[in-house]
């Protein structure tokens, strides 16, 4: 027997195919994070901030800005870019350049079972990935290093003001 209510309970929304959101629907970010079932007697601590959230959409905002900039030491200041620094490991660095490169994927490698031959093929327009590489190159007294904006943020600044 067919039933016009799919399952058996009363609630306040429709079964048909709308695109408003309801209680089954993925298309919204969670509101509150939690961490379940927690060990007996552990006290759930505050999560800690995540300093690395969004830093695609920074770096994106960082190549736009940069690749336009009058000012290019103006805006590295702004971007509190250090033109000094000291790594982790107490090596002192100093800032050369900033390199941004346009990279645009056409083609896929799939390695065959066993590693010794790989299949190639070429991407559909659909698939192509473009990308804007930005590294910055420090010296470390004996060559250079290339650094990802993410590991830039993590230097400790040793800028002379």
């Known amino acids: ?19 408003e959101p309801g209680h089954n629907a993925h298309d919204h970010a969670p509101t509150q994070w939690q961490t379940p079932h927690l060990p007996e007697g552990a006290v759930e601590s505050a999560p800690e901030p995540d300093s690395r959230k969004d830093l695609d959409l920074v770096e994106k905002a960082f190549v736009d800005g940069f690749a336009v900039t009058q000012d ?67 010296f470390d007294g004996t060559g250079t290093v290339g650094l990802s904006l993410g590991e830039v943020r993590d230097l400790k600044d040793d800028t002379e003001t």
Request: proline share 9%; glycine share 6%; hydrophobic share 35%.
């Open 1 to 19: 027997m067919h039933s016009p209510n799919p399952h058996p309970h009363s609630h306040g929304h429709s079964h048909g195919h709308s695109h």
């Open 72 to 138: 290019a030491t103006s805006f590295l200041r702004l971007a509190c870019i250090p033109f000094s620094a000291i790594k982790p490991d107490g090596t002192r660095l100093k800032l050369l350049r900033v390199e941004q490169a346009a990279r645009v994927d056409v083609g896929s490698v799939t390695p065959h079972i066993g590693g010794d031959s790989f299949r190639y093929d070429p991407l559909p327009a659909a698939m192509t990935s473009r990308r804007d590489d930005l590294r910055f190159i420090y």
